[in-house]
Structures are given as structure tokens and as C-alpha cells.
């Protein structure tokens, strides 16, 4: 039976519906970079509370995804089954980034930051869950979904390289300080929310799994992290993740107290690594389809750990080296985060096909969770510095000797070892571009049946 191929979507639909990534990518940055920071020095919370605030928030938040996940697989509306939780998720995001970032001022409790953080996780887990699953139907082919995937990770970028001028522009312009420009980015995200769904929900269809009703248990959770592929994929997305946010996490003390860079030169480095992983993206998402995504997906964290530790050792008092080594370091950034979500939707597609149950939202929601555990990962070394006596505010004195090489082996050691263990993470990746085009072409048959 010969079945119709998907068809290939236009830049101009993939470009509307990767538009929310801009706002719920500056969440990205700030949930792990930012905001611990900003509650750090500016609201005046101990180090070693906010870690802890922002661990047990996410720990939580982990909870929520399996939950989310099953219930986008339960939803039929008339509008599709992931656009309606992206629609909940806007007001919710809206007020959490005004309460986070706008109103909040320094001596602000504990419980304050714990209670806005959490609620904003809740409406972040939503909108990205929801975006991603769309994402999973949008376009089912192997390659056509690296090319939709390749998409939604370029606009994550400029929506971080955006969020992160906008303090520096404050700053730079005599606009105000950098707490006026926390507050310019929390403003910036409370209006790009709605445009961007906006626009996303009218242009861009959903098309609606046939044959296959969207059904299963949460104990299917725990099934499938049994299945090869599945685990594969947790291990490689979970050391992915703990090196960017141990980078992210510690980025302005090092480059600040090891390399003698002030804060607006160090969040320069920090955003000539994004532009670079915007400017590397769409080679890793053509080299998936050469090699496949699997091999794609190791060599880039391969690259990126030599490039990274590269660049972290090049001593201070030169900020054009400093920027250009930064540069090249970035460009391998983006491959890990895209190219794993395509390759659980691929998964999804198997499960699917073997099973007879779409659990795609579930199965996404697993990955976003080892997303999450490795951002609460991140934050060990908060607490690993604040025991050896750390200071994000050292004074006078200055932070000790055993501090400062703590911090540097942190910061450049343990990111480079982690981006090497995912390389090897992926090595015999059961789940091959042949294999997934049968897959589909099977699946494709049985809806066809179905529709008749």
C-alpha cells in the first residue's frame, strides 16, 4: 500500500511556530543563570538558600511532568491536543515573570522565591511540553523533524541571545542599573507571551494523530524508562545538561573572580557562546541526516568538550581572545538540546508502533524532567563552594585561595568530563534512521486503514 508522505512545512510555518520559543527561551536562561544570581546579590538571599530554594522547587516541578505528559495524551479538542496547554500556560508565564522579575524587591523572603518560582515552573513545564509535542506532529519524518527541531532550537537561541543583551543595553546606554535591566527582561517576556502563542495558534496546524487513540497509564512511566532507546537518550540528555548549567550557573563568578572581567563583560561571553551555538545550528542539523542523529548528536558533544575546556583555560586581560574563543566554543551548543527532543519524538513514534499507544507527551515530559534534574545537578556546586567558604560577594578580602580553585575546577573540568561521558552515552543507539523510516512507513499505513 503506497501512503502519502508528510508533507514539508514552509519556513514561514515553522518560523511562527517556533515564535513562543523567544519568551519561554529567556525563561531558559534565567531559570538557570540569571535569576540565581539576581536573588544572590541583588534581593540579598544567601547563596547556599537559593540553591536550595531552586533545588527543591525543581525537585518538585519533576513531579509535575509525568502528569502534564499524560494529560496531553489524554486531550481531544477541536483545536488539537497540544495548542490548548499552550494556551494555559501564557497567563500563567505572564504573571510569574511580572512577580519574578518586576516587583520583586531586595529582602524578599525565602518563601517568596519559592512560591513564584514554583508556580513559574508549572506554566514553563505546560508551554514547553506543549510546544515540543506539537513540535512531534508537525512533521513525523526522521529528517523533516531534525529540520523542525533544527528550527525550534535556532529561535531558543535568539530568544536567549535577545533576553541577555537587554541588561547590557541598560547598563551600557545609562538607562538604569542591572536590576533595572532584570526588570526590562521580565517586561520583555510578559509581552512577547501572547504575541508569539498568538500568532503560533492562528498560522501554524495541528495535525491530529489517526487510527491510534492518544491513551495509557502513568505507570507507563516507569515502562518505558526500561526500554533501551529511552534510557540511552535520559543518560545522554541529563549529562547535556548538567554541563551547560554548571557553565551557566557559575559563569559570572568565574569569569569575574578568576579572570578579573566585570559583569557586563562576562554576560558578553555569555552571549557570544549563544550567538554561536544560532550560527553552528544548522550544521548539526545537517549532519543528522547525513549520519544520523545518534552519531550527530556525539560527535557534537565530543567537539563541544574540547572547544569548551579550550577556551575556559585562555588566561585573562584579553577580552577579544576571551570573546572569540568563547565564539568558537559555542557553535557545537546547540546540537545536544535539539537533536535529543527529535530523537524522543522518534521513540515516540516506535512505542507507538509497537504498542499501539501514542504516549509522545508522556515520553517528552520523561526527557524534560532529566532536563530538570540535570539543571537541579547544576546547582550542587553552589553548595559545594558555600562549604568551602564562597562568597558571590567576596568584599574586601577577597574569596580564599582553596575557594577560587574550587571554583575553576568546577568550572572547567567537570563540564568538559560530563559533555565526554554523554558522547559515549550514545554509542550502539539502538533507534537508526532506517529503522525509524519503517517504523513510519508502518505507522503511516495503519492510519491510512484507519481514516478508510
Given amino acids: 500500500m503506497t501512503v502519502a508522505a508528510a508533507p514539508r512545512r514552509s519556513n514561514a510555518v515553522l518560523a511562527a511556530f517556533s515564535g513562543p520559543c523567544l519568551p519561554l ?12 544570581e539576581f536573588y544572590a546579590t541583588y534581593v540579598g538571599l544567601e547563596l547556599g538558600v537559593v540553591a536550595a530554594v531552586f533545588m527543591a522547587v525543581r525537585l518538585i516541578d519533576i513531579v509535575f511532568d509525568p502528569f502534564i505528559g499524560w494529560g496531553m495524551d489524554k486531550t481531544r479538542t477541536r483545536f488539537g491536543r497540544y495548542r490548548p496547554w499552550m494556551a494555559i500556560s501564557t497567563p500563567m508565564l505572564m504573571l510569574a515573570a511580572f512577580m519574578m522579575f518586576v516587583v520583586v524587591q531586595p529582602g524578599a523572603p525565602p518563601i517568596y522565591l519559592f512560591g513564584w518560582l514554583l508556580f513559574l515552573y508549572l506554566g514553563f513545564s505546560i ?3 506543549g510546544q515540543l509535542g506539537w513540535a512531534a506532529v508537525l ?7 531534525s529540520r523542525v527541531y533544527g528550527w525550534w532550537q535556532v529561535f531558543n537561541i535568539i530568544g536567549v541571545v535577545l533576553i541577555l543583551v537587554l541588561p547590557t543595553v541598560v547598563v551600557q546606554t545609562g538607562i538604569g542599573t542591572y536590576a533595572d535591566g532584570v526588570r526590562i527582561m521580565g517586561w520583555a517576556i510578559v509581552i512577547a507571551l501572547p504575541v508569539t502563542i498568538g500568532l503560533a495558534m492562528i498560522a501554524v496546524p495541528e495535525p491530529v494523530t489517526a487510527g491510534d487513540q492518544p491513551h495509557g497509564s502513568l505507570n507507563a512511566y516507569l515502562t518505558l524508562l526500561k526500554t533501551p532507546v529511552v534510557q540511552k537518550l535520559l ?3 541529563l549529562l547535556l545538561g548538567v554541563a551547560p548549567g554548571i557553565t551557566g550557573s557559575l559563569l559570572f563568578f568565574f569569569f569575574g573572580q578568576i579572570r578579573g572581567y566585570d559583569h557586563t563583560e562576562a554576560g ?7 550567538v554561536a551555538g544560532l550560527c553552528g545550528a544548522p550544521f548539526w542539523a545537517w549532519l543528522a541526516t547525513r549520519v544520523g542523529k ?13 572547544l569548551y575546556v579550550g577556551a575556559t583555560l585562555v588566561p585573562g586581560g584579553n577580552f577579544v581572545l576571551t570573546a572569540v574563543v568563547m565564539f568558537i566554543a559555542g557553535l557545537p551548543y546547540a546540537a545536544g538540546l535539539f537533536l535529543t527532543r527529535a530523537m524522543m519524538a522518534d521513540a515516540g513514534d516506535q512505542e507507538r508502533f509497537e504498542t499501539g499507544v501514542d504516549r509522545t507527551g508522556l515520553m517528552l515530559s520523561i526527557l524534560s524532567a532529566t532536563t530538570k534534574i540535570g539543571h537541579v545537578v547544576a546547582l550542587v556546586p553552589y553548595l559545594i563552594l558555600q562549604g568551602v567558604g564562597f562568597r558571590a560577594v567576596p568584599g574586601l578580602a577577597g574569596n580564599s585561595e582553596t575557594a577560587l580553585l574550587t571554583l575553576q575546577i568546577l568550572f572547567i573540568l567537570v563540564p568538559g568530563v560530563l559533555l565526554v561521558l554523554a558522547s559515549w552515552a550514545l554509542k550502539n543507539y539502538p533507534l537508526t534512521a532506517a529503522r525509524h523510516n519503517e517504523i513510519r512507513q508502518a505507522l503511516d499505513a ?4 484507519a481514516r478508510a
Fill in 25 to 36: 527561551a529567556a525563561f531558559g536562561v534565567a531559570l538557570p543563570v540569571t535569576l540565581p
Fill in 127 to 129: 508551554g514547553t511540553l
Fill in 139 to 145: 512533521a513525523p519524518q526522521y529528517d523533516q523533524r
Fill in 235 to 237: 543518560i545522554a540528555d
Fill in 268 to 274: 558578553l561571553f555569555m552571549l557570544f557562546y549563544f
Fill in 294 to 306: 545518534d552519531r550527530g548528536l556525539a560527535i557534537a558533544s565530543l567537539v563541544s568538550a574540547v
Fill in 446 to 449: 495503519r492510519d491510512a486503514e
